[in-house]
């Protein structure tokens, strides 16, 4: 039986996302197995909070908008928590989290507690200036240095980490991306498939709509590639929504292409869909795909992460093309259309991203945290009252 452990996830808002949806989902689990697990969450005035689990959030209440300077306002509502409340371990949920944790530890010292940090985009990122590359480089040097587990979601992931860390591989399990539920699973793997029409193909995406996922290269190689009676949908919200629909207008595919927006689940488009696309200049390891493996679905994806072909099973779940490649990509929606893909493979890489197994293994691996750092507090606590300098004062 493990002992009941006081886990503390900072999440700067419920808004969709799919760091904060793995999140909140691991969050869960780990409340259902009897830990104490609190969110300190940054914007409590999210339209999403009536969706969120059931779970203990503590923020710092304030009228004042903190969306355009959420970090900082996150580095003091976690300060101020971790002040006044115990706890046996910091998990950052994602990338983005990373220089929260930093401040911690220049805020709190050896006091603050051990720190996780789920490694959730692409660490090589070809997509940034010379200049901003090298002083990222560092700043993954850092993030190997501060955080007592980095958490990859893959194995060529870890390697990746390891490479731009310096992280010993000790500091950095593997543990699968938890992104489906395993009554998800079984919902979507019970998606009956009706053969494709030879005249049209229903084409799917999911994310945010924002520039890294490229999702204007997309339309583009959409508008060259399609048929008359292709269609797209582009799931997801963001700041470039106005601009994406304009460009479909320009390329004369609007009539053609669906912005449904945030949706609760993909799951109705997943059944509905021929095949799923994603366009990505880079991520971690992007959930959605693991969904649409669940469902049975078709991949074309760009190589925007070291895990990609191990998830398309190196051609035998979908097709990869180069990202950032515009021609390619159009003729991967063009080749997609008479993939046949391996549903049974498809669905069982899918169920190693199962959220209950990997909560479990996030448990087993906190738990030793915890007891490891609880024995070098106390074995250091000792140490200072045995010192000389102890022993002269009263």
Not at 300 to 329: I, K, W, Y
């Amino acid at each position: 039986m493990q002992r009941p452990l006081r886990i503390t996830i900072p999440i700067h808002s419920l808004d969709p996302g799919g760091v904060e949806r793995v999140a909140l989902g691991l969050a869960t689990e780990w409340d259902r197995a009897g830990h104490q697990v609190t969110v300190v969450l940054g914007r409590p005035g999210s339209p999403n909070l009536c969706s969120a689990p059931a779970l203990d959030y503590w923020r710092i209440p304030t009228r004042l908008p903190t969306a355009s300077w959420e970090t900082p306002w996150m580095v003091h509502c976690l300060f101020s928590y971790l002040l006044s409340h115990k706890s046996d371990v910091l998990f950052c949920p994602g990338n983005t989290y990373a220089i929260v944790a930093a401040a911690m530890k220049v805020l709190l010292g050896e006091h603050a507690p051990p720190m996780v940090l789920k490694v959730s985009n692409a660490l090589e990122r070809p997509d940034m200036p010379a200049v901003m590359r090298h002083g990222y480089a560092g700043w993954l040097r850092v993030q190997g240095a501060l955080f007592d587990r980095l958490v990859s979601l893959s194995e060529p992931m870890q390697r990746e980490i390891c490479s731009t860390t310096l992280a010993d591989p000790r500091q950095v399990p593997v543990i699968a991306n938890p992104v489906v539920t395993r009554k998800r699973l079984k919902n979507l793997g019970q998606i009956e498939r009706e053969p494709t029409s030879a005249w049209s193909t229903s084409y799917l995406t999911a994310g945010r709509l924002v520039p890294q996922k490229n999702f204007s290269m997309l339309l583009r190689a959409f508008a060259r590639a399609s048929r008359p009676h292709d269609t797209l949908t582009i799931a997801g919200e963001g700041p470039e929504r106005a601009a994406l629909e304009q460009l479909a207008a320009k390329l004369g595919v609007a009539d053609r292409v669906r912005f449904p927006g945030h949706l609760a689940t993909i799951d109705p488009l997943l059944a509905e869909s021929d095949t799923f696309v994603l366009s990505s200049d880079y991520e971690g390891l992007p959930g959605v795909i693991v969904e649409a493996l669940a469902a049975g679905l078709p991949i074309l994806a760009t190589d925007c992460c070291v895990s990609m072909a191990c998830l398309l099973d190196q051609g035998r779940t979908g097709l990869l093309v180069p990202r950032g490649d515009e021609e390619q990509f159009a003729d991967g929606l063009i080749r997609i259309r008479q993939f046949q893909t391996d549903r049974n493979r498809a669905r069982a890489i899918a169920a190693t991203y199962e959220t209950e197994n990997a909560a479990h293994r996030y448990l087993d691996m906190m738990s030793e945290l915890s007891s490891s750092h609880r024995r070098k507090t106390n074995h250091q606590r000792a140490l200072d009252v045995m010192s000389p300098s102890a022993s002269r004062h009263p």
